[in-house]
């Protein structure tokens, strides 16, 4: 085989892998189908990746480091906590409920993580997860003038990410209220405001409450 039709096997393998895994999740894709769609030999995803799971951790990698620089946690350099956890706010909710291409990818990859976790879950969770609920804690933790590990932190935390996760595009709610399109960006925006502001209007009565 010559290293171009190398690289075209192993970039078919590539996509079709992320349909698959996508569509149905890694633990209901086999190898043979693998190589059955992408038109390879069997032994196509040893040879270029390892196995299954080195296949779909790169197509995991890959699709984050492509969307490697996460805006919802760059706010303006000297931002107070109000300003950062607004700006974390009014960035994340765009991006889920109006993804990009790979952003729909990383969404369905994420949905099927999230009921049958593979072994890149903790990989997943510490360069993606962990960085934005650090981030909320210690915008949170300062509102609240307290330890980024008091409980009511985490609590708060929880509660800004509830809200936000509310706006993934979902199908369910597409069947049972047939009548509400997609929304438009300034739906999106009010949103997002309405998420912020609900939320920062909590936080300081948990602090005027227990203070």
């Known amino acids: ?14 996509d079709v892998g992320t349909r698959l895994f996508s569509e149905r999740g890694f633990q209901h894709v086999t190898v043979r189908e693998l190589c059955r769609e992408a038109g390879a030999n069997l032994a196509a995803v040893n040879y270029h990746f390892g196995g299954k799971l080195g296949l779909y951790r790169e197509i995991v990698t890959g699709t984050f480091s492509r969307m490697r620089v996460d805006p919802t946690l760059a ?3 000297g931002a107070g906590a109000e300003e950062r956890l607004r700006h974390y706010v009014r960035t994340y909710v765009p991006r889920l ?23 890149m879950a903790p ?21 609240l003038d ?34 509400r399109g997609a929304m438009t960006r300034s739906e999106i925006a009010a949103a997002a405001d309405h998420v912020a502001e609900f939320a920062l209007a909590g936080i300081r009565r948990i602090s005027e409450t227990d203070s």
């Open 97 to 119: 409920a109006a993804p990009t291409d790979d952003g729909v990818k990383l969404q369905k990859l994420m949905r099927h993580e999230m009921s049958d976790p593979t072994p």
């Open 75 to 77: 706010a303006p350099e």
């Open 1 to 14: 085989m010559t290293a171009r039709a190398a690289a075209t096997t192993r970039q078919r393998l590539l």
């Open 146 to 179: 307290a330890d980024p590990g008091d409980p009511r932190v985490d609590r708060c935390v929880g509660s800004v990410q509830a809200q936000c996760l509310f706006y993934l595009p979902s199908a369910f709610r597409t069947v049972v209220n047939p009548g």
């Open 123 to 143: 990989w997943i969770a510490e360069q993606v997860i962990l960085p934005r609920l650090r981030y909320l804690a210690e915008a949170v933790a300062e509102l």
